[in-house]
Structures are given as C-alpha cells and as structure tokens.
C-alpha cells in the first residue's frame, strides 16, 4: 500500500472508515454496490471490471473512497494496486518522453486507480497517453476505478476512451454533498485534544 502513490492522508484508510452516515441523503445503493464489488472482487478482476466514482460536488468523498477500496482489496487479496491522480499521470508522461519511464507499473498493476479524470486539457496527445492506457488495462482485463467530477458522457475525451471506460465500469454516483470540510474539522479537532491531554 505504501508504494501505491496515494494520497498519504487516505493511505492507512480501509473500508470501515468510510463514513456513509455524513451523507444527508439515503446512499444505501452505493453502499451495497461497493461492498459487492470488495466481497466478489475477484470475480470482477477475472472480467476485468471497475468502478466509476463520480460527483459534480468538489469534496464529496470521491478519492476518499477510492483509496478505501484500494486499501481493503489490497489488505484481502493478492496483487498490485496503484493510485494515479490524472494530472500526475500527465507529468509523467511528459518525463517519459525526456527519456525516464515510470509509467510502467501502472499498466501492470492488478487494479488502479485513475483519480479525477476529465480534468485534464484538452489536447491531442492527452487522449493518446490516456487512450494507451486505459486500452492496455482494457485488452489485459485490468480492473480501473475512476473518479470524475463528471459522468462518463460528459468527458470531453476521445470516443474511444469513454466507450472503453464506459463497458468495464458500473457507475457509482455519490451526492453533491461536500463532506471533506467536516472530515477535515474533525480531524483538525482530534489533534488539539490529544494536544490538551499531553503532559506540560
């Protein structure tokens, strides 16, 4: 999990520490939908299946949970797992063609995750790298989990690229709700507490 190149406030994160009950409206679906995909991952592997995570609401849990998933399957089944924000994906890339190539394992890996696809410009030689990708993963089998801040018909990518996300994804919406901000003030509180209790 450590060399999965997440964010290192979700690294420790599995799926019990995802908090549905933030949410003020009724998420049981996409509750049972992402236990079912941890419960019978490996039947999804085998079919090479995803997930795509999407709200048009900026701190509504999208890479939270995504890294939550990523965490659990990887602390229950064998494999590597990745975690690739888009914009990072791009630099790479660019490194890539002043020589170096790091972009290797996340063609490799059992099961990746692109975070905050759609982002990105809109140039032609985005869509190609995105296009190598995401077609590689998809000719292999290999499981991807994205998250958008918009539905799959509303990236503005290469057909070829959607369709393909598109037939090994089964979406899952969450609300339009911001719950980082309290996530964060909670957390922010925490460390004042255990501050109080120390010893002077």
Do not use: H
């Not at 520490?17 to 039947?43: G, M, P």
């Not at 890339?93 to 692109?114: C, N, P, R």
């Amino acid at each position: 999990r450590v060399r999965a190149m997440m964010p290192f406030e979700f690294m420790e994160l599995t799926g019990k520490d995802f908090e549905w009950a933030k949410y003020n409206t009724d998420v049981s679906d996409q509750k049972d939908t992402v236990n079912r995909y941890i419960i019978n991952y490996e039947k999804f592997r085998e079919n090479g299946m995803g997930l795509y995570i999407y709200s048009g609401t900026k701190g509504s849990g999208k890479t939270m949970l995504a890294c939550c998933l990523l965490n659990e399957i990887a602390k229950r089944y064998s494999g590597s797992v990745k975690f690739i924000n888009t914009l990072d994906f791009l630099e790479m890339t660019k490194q890539g063609f002043k020589g170096g190539d790091d972009t290797k394992q996340l063609y490799e890996a059992s099961l990746l995750v692109i975070d905050d696809i759609g982002v990105q410009m809109s140039k032609e030689w985005a869509d190609t790298v995105f296009y190598r990708l995401i077609n590689s993963r998809y000719t292999d089998r290999k499981p991807t989990i994205y998250t958008s801040n918009v539905t799959i018909d509303g990236l503005k990518m290469d057909d070829r690229i959607t369709d393909r996300i598109e037939s090994t994804t089964y979406p899952l919406p969450l609300p339009e709700e911001s719950i980082r901000r309290q996530v964060r003030q909670q957390e922010k509180q925490r460390i004042l507490d255990e501050i109080e209790k120390r010893p002077r």
